[in-house]
């Protein structure tokens, strides 16, 4: 068979639907077979990697090794760069990722050195990907920020597609949801516009995750359904696999043991045949966890088990810890106090070399009550007063996170009016550049030159117009973030108070069963100290201010008799605020609330028919 149509044969092959790869691969080695051209055969064998990757690890590394040898045989070192490519793809699918990272960072200087800036940039993307793997977030980050200017210079839209997927998922793990899900939405539309299906499929089962942080598992589950349709229409069992070990996982969350069991099982199944060894490391501690949930310790902790022992040889150090913690837990729940003690400490002494204040909060605490089970009263309570520690430092973080989420909205809305700002004024500067240019050319006829003065004068004003009006919305933008931050602190205020209440009940009746109540009395002083903190309503109050303005003036002008306490009512109620979030920044019960504010009512002579917070809002 001619050289040009075999290439033009292996073309048609690849660009047929993806879910007929064994046909496709059957075909290509059809054309392998019938040629003598070493690079052709090389090339092929390199698409028959590309089909077999995700079904066929064997098959797949068995051709790359053939065709790098043949490129070497045959000193055609064009095609060296997608061989290192395939190879470091090949090496993450089966978890050895210094072995990926080895290739993937020899690609790169092969295509750079090529002069090839799409491919090293395509390349480059794959290394960022192995840096959010291994918690570099910042790095994968910026990798992936570098690409996105590449890729919209050369108009690639699937990678431009692919690149705000990444970011979504980085963004994800670092807990900043809404922008994690903004970006997969980019990512959804741009691979929807191109009709690339394998691509939707992983931004549906990404958005899924999301929703899965968020604790909307319902949500969850429906995306990750038609995630999974298009993966099973496309034959991809890899990614089959991990649908079900996420559909699975909602399905835990809300009580659907069946339903998850089934799940867990075929992601195990289809991962085992697969040899996709952090899946498998998954399906098993998820079944360790249903096995909990039934109450059936012995048997989660053997699933368990097999699950660390995976994630250790694959050294994820996060999915570590998460796996020995709920091995403690399991322990523990079957009163093998000394085995969970063991496990419980493993997991904190990863969750430290990893600083994951989530990890040490419930470890410790966990640990706290094993060692009062085996009458450790002393060491049980440093642990537990650990467990305020890091409790304490997760809350913080959680606030210092969500602030930082509006910042980063904040500062890319304003990035983005900047640019708009920009093409503006290039577009003012072309503009006048003409202008000029005509007004040599029409000096000479007077009355041509009265009508482009008028047209000048007339787009000039236009032009004044629209910065004005820009200048309103970035105004307008910039009081929509003081209104969010004076939501995000009010939520925070309240969830602090909750979540001190429920700490000092607990030392409340742990103080009951303990000898030692000075350590407990003291713990419950500082927890009255914190509820009764004015400085969090100081900080709420000058930002509710900043917002709201004269509205504390226009209160008092009006109803001279209102208290500060009613006034702070009168605060919350403005911004719409439920009756337990306005108790919980008060400190006091939703009965009190309900007192308090009829009392306000009949101070403000407000009837039946009207509405005290409509009133508020007026204001």
């Not at 890899?238 to 009580?255: D, E, P, R, T």
């Not at 100081?538 to 008092?556: A, C, D, I, L, M």
């Not at 008060?586 to 309900?594: A, C, D, M």
Request: glycine share 2%; charged share 25%; with cysteine.
């Amino acid at each position: 068979m001619p050289i040009i149509k075999i290439l033009f044969v292996s073309w048609l092959i690849i660009t047929c639907s993806y879910a007929q790869n064994s046909k496709k691969i059957d075909s290509l080695i059809n054309i392998i077979n019938e040629t003598d051209v070493d690079t052709t055969k090389a090339i092929n064998y390199l698409w028959i990697a590309e089909f077999s990757m995700y079904n066929d690890p064997k098959l797949t590394i068995e051709v790359i090794n053939k065709a790098e040898k043949l490129y070497e045989k045959t000193n055609y070192t064009k095609q060296m760069g997608k061989v290192y490519g395939q190879k470091a793809n090949y090496y993450y699918r089966q978890g050895k990722i210094d072995s990926s990272r080895h290739y993937l960072s020899k690609s790169v200087v092969f295509f750079l050195k090529q002069q090839d800036t799409l491919r090293a940039a395509n390349i480059r993307h794959n290394i960022g990907i192995l840096d959010h793997y291994q918690g570099k977030t910042d790095s994968a980050l910026e990798i992936m920020e570098t690409n996105i200017q590449v890729f919209k210079n050369l108009n690639d839209s699937l990678r431009l597609g692919n690149t705000y997927h990444m970011i979504g998922s980085i963004f994800e793990s670092k807990g900043y949801y809404t922008i994690a899900l903004e970006n997969m939405l980019k990512a959804l539309k741009i691979h929807r516009a191109v009709k690339d299906d394998f691509r939707i499929a992983e931004d549906l089962s990404q958005i899924g995750s999301n929703y899965q942080a968020l604790e909307e598992h319902q949500k969850a589950i429906e995306t990750f359904t038609e995630s999974y349709s298009i993966f099973n229409k496309e034959e991809n069992t890899q990614k089959i696999a991990f649908v079900q070990n996420a559909i699975g996982f909602s399905n835990l969350a809300l009580n659907k043991y069946d339903a998850a069991e089934k799940n867990f099982n075929l992601a195990l199944e289809t991962s085992i045949d697969q040899g996709y060894k952090a899946n498998i490391a998954r399906a098993y501690v998820n079944l360790g966890n249903l096995e909990y949930s039934k109450h059936k310790y012995t048997k989660s902790l053997d699933f368990l088990t097999k699950g660390y022992t995976l994630w250790e040889s694959i050294s994820s150090p996060n999915s570590e810890a998460d796996a020995l913690f709920f091995m403690g837990r399991a322990a523990l729940a079957d009163k093998k106090y000394q085995k969970s003690i063991q496990f419980l400490n493993k997991s904190i002494q990863l969750g430290d070399s990893i600083n994951d204040p989530r990890i040490l909060s419930k470890a410790y605490l966990h640990k706290s009550i094993a060692l009062e089970n085996l009458n450790y009263y002393k060491e049980s309570l440093e642990n537990f007063k650990k467990t305020k520690v890091f409790s304490d430092t997760l809350f913080t973080l959680e606030n210092r996170k969500a602030t930082k989420e509006l910042q980063i909205i904040y500062e890319t809305e304003k990035k983005e009016q900047q640019i708009v700002l920009q093409k503006n004024e290039i577009n003012l500067l072309e503009q006048k550049v003409k202008i000029n240019n005509l007004q040599r050319i029409l000096l000479v006829v007077g009355l041509v030159v009265l009508l482009l003065i008028f047209s000048l004068s007339f787009y000039a004003f236009r032009q004044k117009i629209k910065h004005n009006r820009l200048e309103k919305e970035k105004v307008a933008n910039e009081l929509a973030f003081k209104k969010r931050e004076l939501t995000t602190h009010a939520l925070h205020l309240a969830k602090k108070n909750e979540v001190l209440e429920e700490v000092k009940q607990k030392a409340k009746n742990l103080k009951i069963s303990e000898n030692n109540s000075n350590d407990y009395h003291q713990l419950i002083q500082t927890i009255n100290f914190d509820l009764q903190d004015d400085n969090n309503w100081e900080k709420f109050s000058r930002y509710f201010e900043q917002v709201h303005t004269n509205f504390n003036s226009n209160v008092k002008n009006k109803y001279p008799n209102v208290t500060p306490n009613e006034l702070r009512l009168l605060a919350l109620l403005k911004m719409n605020l439920s009756s337990k979030e306005i108790a919980n920044i008060l400190n006091i019960s939703p009965e009190g609330i309900k007192k308090a504010r009829y009392r306000l009512r009949k101070k403000l002579n407000i009837t039946t028919e009207e509405s005290l917070q409509d009133l508020a809002i007026r204001l």
